[in-house]
T-cell receptor
Framework: DAEITQSPRHKITETGRQVTLACHQTWNHNNMFWYRQDLGHGLRLIHYSYGVQDTNKGEVSDGYSVSRSNTEDLPLTLESAASSQTSVYFC????????????FGPGTRLTVL | DAKTTQPPSMDCAEGRAANLPCNHSTISGNEYVYWYRQIHSQGPQYIIHGLKNNETNEMASLIITEDRKSSTLILPHATLRDTAVYYCIVRFRSGGYQKVTFGTGTKLQVIP
């Protein structure tokens, strides 16, 4: 069955280190998204992509970057991890730009010490 | 984006209907109402969406008021597995991506 996976599921890192979170989907969806979820804030959009070589900033993009070299993957990179980036990160994908149904991955819990 | 207001928490007896309200008084004519839910420690799950007519699928029903300023998600026979945080969001359905904030949602507790 088609699915969306994230790795690692849990990560502990130190301040200042570069961290990359992987997201892989097998639905052949054009659109992919990264969110972070923190208590009291719900889900907030970090970056999104409409297709290969396309990336866009969301509402909380500072300190994060993404690249889209193929349809299946949208890795999220924290260039220099900060304690404020401790969060649960969700990747999602959708079939069309209408985004009426986004499929979410299981999440990655990141702790920055 | 139109903002939404939801109660922070609700309880519902198992087997009864759960009615989750959402206020979106600033919704524009082309914005849809979407509902997602998030079961503890899992990614959010799409439930249903609608524009102005009532909608029903295998999971739930969505009732949108005539003035579209509010809506209600109905889970007809709530089970313990329906315990989750439910998010109501409004957004355009086409024309490229629009910023969306899921908000803090309603935590539904289904009680045995």
């Amino acid at each position: 069955d088609a699915e969306i996976t994230q790795s690692p599921r849990h990560k502990i890192t130190e301040t200042g280190r570069q961290v990359t979170l992987a997201c892989h989907q097998t639905w052949n969806h054009n659109n992919m998204f990264w969110y972070r979820q923190d208590l009291g804030h719900g889900l907030r959009l970090i970056h999104y992509s409409y297709g290969v070589q396309d990336t866009n900033k969301g509402e909380v993009s500072d300190g994060y970057s993404v690249s889209r070299s193929n349809t299946e993957d949208l890795p999220l990179t924290l260039e220099s991890a900060a304690s404020s980036q401790t969060s649960v990160y969700f990747c999602a994908s959708s079939r069309t730009s209408s985004d009426n149904e986004q499929f979410f991955g299981p999440g990655t819990r990141l702790t920055v010490l | 984006d139109a903002k939404t207001t939801q109660p922070p928490s609700m309880d519902c007896a198992e087997g009864r209907a759960a009615n989750l309200p959402c206020n979106h008084s600033t919704i524009s004519g082309n914005e849809y109402v979407y509902w997602y839910r998030q079961i503890h420690s899992q990614g959010p799950q799409y439930i249903i969406h609608g524009l102005k007519n009532n909608e029903t699928n295998e999971m739930a029903s969505l009732i949108i008021t005539e003035d579209r300023k509010s809506s209600t998600l109905i889970l007809p026979h709530a089970t313990l597995r329906d315990t989750a945080v439910y998010y109501c969001i409004v957004r355009f359905r086409s024309g490229g991506y629009q910023k969306v904030t899921f908000g803090t949602g309603t935590k539904l507790q289904v009680i045995p």
